[in-house]
């Protein structure tokens, strides 16, 4: 809250300071909304440096002062060249503007390469909150809870969004299947809303393998290079992150966690939706999805129920509880067919 009005004061400061000086020579609401504009792009810069390792910010600074070194030298030589004065001018503002930019953008790629902590204990804590960051693949993304969870605090540390799984998330959300194409936008919202949150740190990072064409196996090589832990819901990526002694958050499983605990011969109310595979059965849903099977209550369908539990049942996807229809006191008694059903 306090960087919110801070940001906003700053804001507020220079479209009063413009309007009142009028810059440019522009009218008094005009320069103010300038200036309210030119502040706005500074807060967006600003964000946007936050979100940068050290090691990157290193780099970006590195090179942009690189760079205007290089364009000072360079523009000594054109002062020396026979132009008019004008077009000196632009061609030196130019020069400067392109060697800055260029080390800028250069400087921040190659900023992984440097060893901050080589330059003293200053830096000694940026490995550690690279140790803390996570690694975030598309399903997980596209499923949306991790934008809850973050904002709950459940999950601190920095939240790592690769370039490559940006174009898968693309590549499904230009794809032909309507699907697909919705799953892939729900994603890149979801992206968007994570990023716009100021109390989730989220950052897209250019590593890439190469010479690794599965995205899952890329992930992991980047969880590894970064010591960072792989968050997902998708079982097989689960098992082959463990395979690869690389850490791993399922979200499925923290929802499996929450779930509250029933014991059998727990009592409960449950609406039947459907019926089930095997004869006889109607299965309904808790709260939190879990599926309820519940014997003799195919004819139930449609009503809600007081079911015994008999058993649960713990699968790699989900819990699943199995139950019976509670009648005059005595659980799973199957009633008596009336004519009518008989008849059919």
Not at 319 to 332: A, D, H, L, R
Request: aromatic residues 6%; neutral net charge.
């Amino acid at each position: 809250m306090d960087l919110i009005l801070l940001r906003l004061l700053f804001v507020a400061l220079l479209g009063g300071v413009c309007y009142f000086l009028h810059p440019f020579g522009l009218t008094g609401w005009v320069s103010a909304s300038v200036g309210a504009g030119a502040a706005g792009a500074v807060i967006v810069f600003e964000l946007r440096v936050r979100a940068l390792s050290l090691r990157r910010l290193i780099g970006a600074v590195a090179g942009s002062v690189l760079g205007i070194f290089g364009a000072a030298l360079f523009c000594l030589v054109l002062r020396s060249a026979p132009l008019s004065g004008a077009t000196s001018a632009v061609l030196q503002i130019f020069v400067l503007l392109l060697m800055t930019y260029v080390g800028l953008l250069v400087g921040a790629n190659k900023g992984d390469l440097l060893n901050p902590a080589a330059l003293g204990t200053v830096f000694s804590g940026e490995r550690p909150t690279r140790r803390s960051a996570k690694v975030l693949d598309t399903s997980v993304i596209i499923d949306g809870r991790i934008a809850d969870i973050a904002e709950a605090g459940f999950i601190d540390g920095m939240m790592v969004v690769p370039e490559f799984v940006l174009r898968e998330l693309q590549t499904v959300a230009d794809s032909t299947d309507g699907s697909k194409r919705q799953r892939g936008r729900r994603g890149l919202d979801m992206l968007q809303k994570m990023q716009s949150n100021t109390n989730i740190q989220v950052q897209i990072v250019p590593d890439d393998f190469p010479s690794i064409r599965e995205v899952d196996l890329k992930l992991l090589e980047l969880a590894k290079k970064w010591e960072a832990k792989v968050v997902t819901n998708d079982f097989n990526l689960n098992k082959v992150a463990h395979l690869h002694h690389v850490d791993v958050l399922n979200i499925n499983d923290l929802a499996n966690a929450l779930k509250p605990v029933v014991l059998p011969g727990e009592k409960m109310n449950v609406l039947i939706l459907k019926e089930g595979k095997e004869f006889n059965q109607g299965v309904g849903y808790l709260d939190d999805g879990t599926m309820v099977v519940v014997d003799h209550a195919r004819r139930l369908i449609g009503k809600a129920v007081e079911i015994t539990v008999t058993s649960v049942l713990q699968t790699a996807s989900g819990k699943m509880i199995f139950g019976k229809v509670e009648e005059n006191g005595k659980p799973g008694e199957t009633p008596r067919a009336t004519a009518a059903e008989m008849t059919h």
